[in-house]
T-cell receptor, first 115, second 113 residues
């Protein structure tokens, strides 16, 4: 079956513009995670869902960041009024459950550039 | 809080050389430890994992042993190939039931023929 799919792969936004990033997880995966990866750094946790419930959003850097997963499958990460420091690769990952040793499968990411 | 520290790269080796990428961690409780790899143009992939002290994870000739006494999870391979050129990330999940990964900053490996 298909892996985790993210779209768009690349997004250029003007400062102040709103953007929406989409993640299609592997079918049947309960858990979904969003990470932010700055250039030359490791991914940093943003938020995660168990089905449609957002259980932890402690990593979201500001109230301009919002994530949803209304039907427990596809998820959208929305960034309002983008700023230059939001430029990064946004990674989505899914896993079968929330166990701490379950493999997470990652998408290829969306590279956001704010100009 | 929990954190992971990796050796800085890039690491440049000749084909068939021995590889070590150091990784140390700080965590409360009993984390699970992982190595993820990112090949050029691809997404992160799990390379290997270990879930308790003294466990050894292995895959594709790579190995790493969970050392609680030194809080380390160093990645090793006896003979690298050009196709191993990639960015390697050490990561952990906390012992709580969340699956949230905490990553190191990544180490770039370049293998020359």
């Amino acid at each position: 079956g298909a892996g985790v799919s993210q779209s768009p792969r690349y997004k250029v936004a003007k400062r102040g513009q709103d953007v929406a990033l989409r993640c299609d997880p592997i079918s049947g995966h309960v858990s979904l995670f969003w990470y932010q990866q700055a250039l030359g750094q490791g991914p940093e946790f943003l938020t995660y869902f168990q089905n449609e419930a957002q259980l932890d959003k402690s990593g979201l850097p500001s109230d301009r960041f919002f994530a949803e997963r209304p039907e427990g499958s596809v998820s959208t990460l929305k960034i309002q009024r983008t700023q230059q420091e939001d430029s990064a690769v946004y990674l989505c990952a899914s896993s079968l459950d929330l166990s701490s040793n379950t493999e997470a499968f990652f998408g290829q990411g969306t590279r956001l550039t704010v100009v | 809080g929990n954190s992971v520290t990796q050796m800085e790269g890039p690491v440049t080796l000749s084909e068939e050389a021995f590889l070590t990428i150091n990784c140390t961690y700080t965590a409360t409780g009993y984390p699970s430890l992982f190595w993820y790899v990112q090949y050029p143009g691809e997404g992160l992939q799990l390379l290997l994992k270990a879930t308790k002290a003294d466990d050894k994870g292995s895959n594709k000739g790579f190995e790493a042993t969970y050392r609680k006494e030194t809080t380390s999870f160093h990645l090793e391979k006896g003979s690298v190939q050009v196709s191993d050129s990639a960015v390697y990330f050490c990561a952990l999940t906390s012992s709580g039931n969340t699956g949230k990964l905490i990553f190191g900053q990544g180490t770039t490996l370049q293998v020359k023929p």
